[in-house]
């Protein structure tokens, strides 16, 4: 894929912008970010992009490619057609800042609402003692490098602005599902908490946060719809439901 | 003035949020003070997420003859008996603890049959020492740390009714001047990336918690961060680097595609069975055991493969040899014709292991190679070559309360604070450096704030000062652009300053430096403030210049070749040279270079060693009077 390619870039901020078109060259094994890069040296010094490892570790570069939620550091050139013009634009559901930097710090509110982990009162630190399968599940979702990719494509979030006080998200859902099923967390009540405050409710399984995310995490499989069917079995469950009141715990 | 100020005032601020940094902030908050912390990224995107092997701590969970003695005696013949060996010493003993501590908070490791943390082997490294999450335990440190932070400030929130009463995070900002009152710290000073807008901090106490300087170089494994701002932070403020000539070159960068050259092959593949090869399927590093390793490294290839599962009774494999060996041995099979097609060597873990456990164990690489050079690394092996990863040097500090030398009220932790890891660092002794250094810098920087009578106090004209040097950019009349002046500066030190050095190339690389500073000096930015990256790297420059220059005249100072420090016209390590340690200041126009006595030893300390090994890196003289 050496030689020219046409980038579509957005240029502006929260107030205006418009699309520039650019030239640049390319060569073989480079990846979209690179292309980006080689256009703030040399044609557009002051062109605002958000990167920082390169290698897909970090979720910094994320911005829509063509539309598609990506990171800019994992979309390689050659997956391009010969000719084919690239738009790169910021993250839609997020408020731009300038270029392709958007404003996530919806996410870090969210990340502030959710209870932290409670480790268990009676083991000093050294004596926690869990097997290599039971950390496996939460270890999945720990994978998570806060690119925020499933947030901005969720269409929970990206189509209403209205919802985005009381949903938290797919980052989010992945984070609770962590603490429920760490072994040595000690509140019982997080898929209650994921449903009653956090929205889990308003996810309806489209699973598009799953095929954006650059890890594979497996976002609706493993933490949505698990959480939402223990929810679903005690709020219908008349016997569970029952046993969850008088019990005052709600250990689902 | 007319650009716009914030202005905060908080009794410790933090530069940088990686795992030193936000382990700073979690003592100081925890000593009852409040604390700002300061990213250059977004909160949680610190290059510490890079870090891929894993935390060496001695519990002896997976092999129970490992304790601190052992760890300490390791990171000493890593580094060659140059390192601080306070310093070694308090990062052996307290490892295990700041590991446990990370279970508290949430983290999760892999675990052994029993339930306890797992531990892995690496270079340099007696037994299985390192504790690790597949080969993302960066992203897990980070992570615990940064919910460690929201742990904290959701705890204020209850209890005070503000989350940010105590701690607050400045993400996407960048510091550019430490401010003083006397011969004390009284704030800092810098610009929000976002919008250009300036900043002043108050604060009686810095924590400098920056990282490295990879981005000196034109092949690093570092991302644009890493460009030396807290060593030129310290250097402006009056403080000493100390060991800047050693740099590590980690052997196992990516050599390909291009644009992904020098980023970080992690050292567990050959941890876990993968082997180095060069074009004649030779696995050329049993031809590189150095005199001083013979004893410990196995010279046979069956030797070597049978210890992966006994290794009471087996010598370790030769690609297990500290990283600087490494990286030089396959330096040298490259320029001597057997090379890989794309100038590296061949990494192979395909015929080691099969294909379920090489992803099971390195899930991060088998996805990084897929995705980014579309080679399946159960199925082929990796071309790898050396990569600018760390480095040694650092701020001059004292081991137990990470103070700087010579400026009160400067502290510094991690990878920009120098003596610890010595002439050269072993791998994941990193990680646990951030936590035990991060964890005393909080601690020191709380006690010298509480022990303060008088508060210093910043004033206008210093304001100015600092204000005037970030504005420079934008006021310059034809000016050159910092991207090429940054390209340039990248190639003199990769060339001139690298892996292996002489002498008429470091003074070449003087010469050449000392052009582009002036050209730098006059470095146009284009555009406005807001979010302008130009204008951010016009501004960092000026740190890349005096790192290397710092590493370039300690390089020329020092005779001999000792871990991350080669020189081909001296290429003996010499024991008269380990009784100094240079340090670098920075008298306002130039780096000044002074040789510096380092400390023997004391006596417990001599006695884990034996005197034949004793000798290889002491003179006669210190010897015969042995320890202190």
Same mark, same amino acid.
């Given at each position: 894929m050496a030689g020219k390619v046409n980038l579509r870039i957005w240029r502006g901020d929260s107030k205006s912008g418009d699309f520039k078109d650019v030239q640049v060259d390319a060569n073989e094994g480079e990846v979209v970010l690179d292309v980006i890069h080689r256009v703030q040296a040399t044609q557009m010094s002051d062109l605002a992009v958000r990167w920082n490892c390169k290698a897909g570790k970090c979720g910094s570069c994320s911005m829509e490619i063509n539309g598609k939620p990506r990171l800019a550091c994992m979309t390689r050139m050659n997956t391009f057609e010969e000719g084919e013009t690239i738009t790169v634009t910021p993250l839609r559901a997020f408020p731009v800042i300038r270029d392709l930097v958007a404003d996530v710090s919806f996410n870090y509110k969210k990340a502030m609402e959710v209870p932290s982990f409670e480790p268990p009162a009676d083991l000093a630190p050294g004596e926690y003692r869990m097997q290599q399968v039971d950390v496996e599940r939460s270890q999945e979702f720990r994978? *998570?490098?806060? *690119?925020f990719l499933c947030q901005n494509t969720c269409h929970v979030i990206r189509d209403h602005e209205e919802n985005k006080k009381s949903f938290a998200g797919p980052r989010f859902f992945i984070r609770m599902a962590e603490l429920d099923m760490h072994p040595l967390d000690t509140i019982r009540n997080r898929k209650q908490q994921a449903q009653e405050e956090h929205g889990l409710g308003m996810c309806n399984i489209t699973k598009c946060c799953t095929e954006v995310c650059p890890e594979h995490i497996k976002i609706t499989d493993n933490a949505i719809i698990p959480m939402k069917e223990r929810v679903v079995d005690v709020k219908y469950d008349p016997v569970r439901w029952l046993g969850s009141k008088i019990r005052k715990r709600e250990g689902i | 003035m007319s650009q716009k100020l914030d202005r905060f005032t908080y009794d410790v601020v933090v530069i940088g949020a990686g795992g030193a940094g936000l382990r700073a902030a979690v003592e100081a908050r925890q000593a009852g003070l409040s604390v700002a912390i300061i990213c250059k990224s977004l909160f949680g995107k610190a290059h510490t997420v890079m870090a891929e092997g894993g935390a060496a701590a001695a519990m002896g969970n997976v092999n129970d003859n490992d304790g601190w003695k052992v760890h300490f005696r390791d990171t000493m013949r890593g580094g060659k008996f140059l390192n601080n060996w306070r310093m070694a010493e308090l990062h052996a003993k307290e490892s295990p603890d700041r590991i446990w501590e990370l279970e508290t908070w949430g983290a999760l490791f892999d675990r052994t049959k029993e339930g306890k943390i797992s531990q892995r082997n690496f270079g340099g490294h007696e037994y299985p020492r390192l504790a690790h999450v597949g080969d993302r335990t960066g992203l897990e440190l980070i992570r615990t740390m940064q919910q460690r932070i929201v742990a904290l400030q959701q705890k204020d929130k209850k209890e005070f009714?503000?989350?940010?009463?105590f701690i607050k995070v400045f993400a996407e900002l960048t510091i550019t001047d430490i401010l003083k009152d006397g011969d004390k710290v009284s704030g800092v000073y810098g610009y929000w990336r976002e919008s250009g807008d300036e900043i002043l901090f108050e604060s009686s106490a810095v924590v400098l918690a920056t990282g490295g300087i990879g981005k000196s170089f034109k092949i690093t494994s570092n991302s644009w961060e890493g460009t030396g701002d807290g060593h030129a932070l310290a250097l402006k403020a009056g403080g000493a680097l100390i060991d800047m000539e050693f740099v590590q070159?980690?052997?196992? =960068?990516?050599?390909? +595609?291009p644009s992904v050259r020098g980023i970080l092959v992690t050292e567990s593949v050959r941890g876990d069975g993968g082997v180095l090869t060069n074009s004649e399927g030779r696995r050329f590093m049993f031809d590189y055991i150095p005199e001083v390793f013979k004893a410990n490294y196995a010279d046979n290839e069956a030797e070597a493969d049978r210890w992966y599962d006994d290794q009471d009774n087996n010598r370790r494999p +030769?690609?297990?040899? +500290?990283r600087d060996e490494v990286a030089r041995a396959i330096n040298t099979e490259v320029k001597a014709g057997r090379g890989s097609p794309q100038g590296g060597v061949f990494l192979d873990v395909s015929s080691r292991l099969p294909a379920e456990e090489i992803k099971r164990r390195l899930p991060s690489m088998w996805h990084q190679f897929k995705e980014l050079a579309d080679v399946d690394i159960t199925k082929a092996p990796m071309e790898v070559g050396p990569t600018c990863?760390?480095?040694?040097?650092g701020v001059k500090v004292d081991p137990d309360t990470a103070a700087a030398d010579g400026v009160a009220g400067l502290f510094a932790a991690g990878e920009?604070? =120098? =003596?610890?890891?010595?002439s050269n660092r072993l791998g994941g002794n990193s990680l646990s450096d951030l936590l035990v250094f991060g964890r005393r810098a909080g601690a020191g920087a709380a006690a010298y704030v509480k022990a303060l009578k008088n508060k210093p106090t910043v004033s206008e004209k210093e304001i100015e000062r600092a204000s005037t040097r970030i504005s420079e950019p934008f006021t310059r009349e034809g000016g050159e652009n910092p991207y090429s002046l940054h390209q340039e500066l990248q190639n003199i030190t990769q060339d001139l300053v690298g892996i292996i050095r002489t002498e008429a190339e470091l003074k070449d690389a003087m010469d050449k430096l000392e052009d582009i500073k002036k050209r730098a000096a006059n470095a146009k930015a284009e555009g406005g403030r807001a979010f302008n990256p130009g204008f951010h790297l016009a501004l960092d420059l000026e740190n890349m210049l005096l790192v290397s220059e710092s590493i370039a005249k300690s390089a020329l100072e020092r005779q001999e070749s000792r871990g991350g420090h080669t020189r081909d016209d001296f290429p003996k390590m010499d024991p008269q040279w380990r009784q100094y340690n240079h340090a670098t200041r920075w008298n306002g126009k130039k780096i000044e270079v002074e040789a510096e006595k380092a400390k023997m030893l004391p006596n417990e300390l001599v006695e884990l060693f034996e005197m034949n090994e004793l000798k290889k890196y002491y003179t006669e003289n210190e010897l015969a009077k042995g320890g202190n």
């Open positions: 994978k *998570c490098i806060e *690119c | 009714g503000d989350a940010e009463k070159f980690h052997p196992t =960068g990516m050599v390909w +595609p +030769p690609e297990l040899l +500290p990863h760390y480095v040694m040097g920009v604070a =120098g =003596g610890m890891h010595g």
